[in-house]
């Protein structure tokens, strides 16, 4: 993880939390959306930084952000080693609710040395006069809920190693590191139907293809890494393992035909930056029991679907699973053609296609020909237990910087 991953972006939204004396009980109030932007482009440096003092020494540089490891935070205690980093910025930031001003950002970090694997056990915001205005921390359960890998180089690599040497006794020179600013990557939003208790999550492959990094957001609004077990781009479908359990688990129809004309409803995060992280439902029918071109492995829904949708489940009005959203009709580009603008044709992955990828995978789920009905309201509540947002953080490749850099010099 490089610096861009540690600024305090990451946990504005959750200063709220701990007025309430609920620290990090609610970590993402705001979309998930908003914890991945902490990645985007450093801006340039204006020569501001809050002078380093006592034990914290400057550790890393960029054009927008000064690093500083302290040394004297550094300790060992059940099986962690914890330590300080201070992010001085080049100008004053704001927290999203626009509650806080601030310039610098403390983060209190837990690492495990052998395994490469950190945490952020607390954060604190310093105004331009040194002035600490905000802050909260995470109890150790929360924060060991959120321990992932560090990547193999960035500065958070590097403070593991310089904190783990001083744990160890030793007294490493403090590293020589200047940091490039990058292209911001990318992130996107979909959905996953949680299929075992244990932390398998199915989605479409189109959702997780090519993600550096990925995080979901269970109803609790928990951040939990994933990574992804298994992929069929046929079908788009995917399977990812999040680094945690889960109390309820999907119901999968089995035994059951669809039909046009049936009801369904489907769950997801359609447009996360401006609707939120929590889950949305809606509602629509069976239009065809095939995808396009009389695909036998899709079907067509008249309920609306937008992206943050993809993934997500359809459920009958029994709460079970019929299928997974996977894409809709490009309406402008049908009108373009056509001169008509069709509305509301969206298509699934459908129900027992997916059952066929997870057994594949050896994954147990959960199947049922229940055909009682539910109310809307009911199979809305299972449908939100069950789902959870998925985000995936895309990280340029040298390739599309370049393009980049040479669409910046043409411009």
Not at 130 to 151: F, H, I, M
Not at 217 to 235: C, T, W
Not at 394 to 406: F, L, N, T, V, Y
């Amino acid at each position: 993880m490089d610096v861009r991953g540690l600024r305090a972006h990451r946990v504005a939204s959750e200063i709220e939390n701990s007025r309430t004396r609920r620290p990090f009980s609610r970590p993402m109030r705001s979309p998930i959306i908003s914890y991945l932007i902490v990645f985007g482009l450093l801006c340039s440096w204006s020569g501001w930084a809050i002078t380093a003092e006592d034990n914290w020494a400057l550790f890393a540089t960029s054009s927008a952000t000064k690093v500083y490891f302290d040394r004297g935070s550094v300790k060992e205690a059940e099986g962690y080693v914890h330590y300080n980093i201070r992010i001085d910025y080049n100008r004053t930031l704001e927290t999203r609710d626009k509650k806080y001003r601030y310039r610098s950002a403390i983060n209190g970090v837990a690492v495990q040395c052998d395994a490469k694997k950190f945490a952020v056990t607390s954060i604190a915001l310093i105004d331009e006069t040194g002035k600490r205005v905000a802050g909260s921390s995470r109890d150790r359960e929360r924060w060991e809920e959120t321990l992932k890998q560090v990547s193999a180089d960035g500065v958070q690599a590097r403070a593991l190693q310089h904190a783990c040497a001083i744990a160890r006794g030793e007294n490493p020179p403090i590293p020589d590191m200047k940091m490039e600013a990058r292209p911001a990557g990318k992130t996107t939003i979909g959905a996953g139907i949680v299929a075992t208790r244990d932390g398998m999550i199915v989605t479409n492959h189109h959702v997780v293809d090519g993600c550096s990094a990925i995080v979901v957001l269970d109803s609790s609004k928990i951040r939990i890494p994933a990574e992804r077990v298994a992929s069929d781009a046929k079908n788009d479908l995917a399977l990812i393992r999040a680094s945690r359990s889960f109390p309820e688990v999907a119901t999968f129809r089995k035994g059951v035909q669809l039909q046009a004309g049936e009801s369904v409803m489907v769950v997801g995060y359609p447009l996360a930056s401006i609707l939120g992280s929590e889950p949305n439902v809606a509602l629509g029918y069976i239009s065809a029991t095939t995808g396009v071109r009389g695909d036998a492995s899709t079907f067509q829904i008249s309920a609306p679907i937008h992206k943050g949708n993809s993934g997500g489940p359809i459920l009958d009005q029994s709460g079970n699973v019929t299928g997974i959203v996977s894409s809709k009709l490009d309406a402008l580009a049908v009108q373009k053609r056509t001169g008509d603008l069709p509305q509301n044709i969206s298509f699934g992955v459908k129900g027992e296609v997916a059952q066929l990828f997870l057994e594949a995978q050896n994954v147990g789920y959960q199947s049922s020909d229940a055909k009682r009905k539910l109310e809307n309201t009911e199979v809305a509540a299972i449908g939100k237990a069950i789902t959870v947002l998925v985000a995936c953080r895309k990280i340029p490749s040298a390739a599309d910087e370049q393009q980049q850099r040479d669409d910046t010099s043409r411009r």
